[in-house]
């Protein structure tokens, strides 16, 4: 069973700084892409950056050129570099992990809450 890890989300002030990372484990099939999704509350679940193993990187438009999506060489260990934070970037932020082989399987991380306020 493929368990994804995140670290602790946070408490920001407005304008600041936050990491997380992920960690996948477990999986007996190459995983080929790893992201990270947020939900607002009373929101959809939207997504906010995804990187592909062969080397693409996709963001939102609300977190281009503030968050910088990154995969640990050769690992299945992937960190959200969130910078110039805003309120409306709280939100509880999931990790996510997709294989295609031998069938296309998505795997969730539990969440981690990420609060922007003064």
């Known amino acids: 069973q493929v368990q994804l890890v995140e670290s602790e989300g946070g408490l920001v002030q407005p304008g600041g700084s936050l990491r997380l990372s992920c960690a996948a484990s477990?999986?007996?099939?190459?995983?080929?892409?790893m992201g990270w999704y947020r939900q607002a509350p009373g929101k959809e679940r939207e997504v906010v950056a995804v990187?592909?193993?062969?080397?693409?990187?996709n963001y939102a438009n609300s977190v281009k050129g503030r968050f910088t999506i990154s995969r640990e060489n050769g690992k299945n260990t992937v960190y959200l570099q969130m910078n110039s934070l805003r309120p409306e970037d709280t939100a509880v932020y999931y990790c996510?992990?997709?294989?295609?082989?031998?069938?296309?399987?998505?795997?969730w991380g539990k969440g981690t809450p990420v609060t922007v306020s003064s």
């Open positions: 477990g999986s007996m099939f190459p995983i080929n892409a």
């Open positions: 990187i592909n193993f062969g080397g693409s990187l």
């Open positions: 996510n992990a997709r294989r295609l082989i031998p069938s296309t399987q998505y795997y």
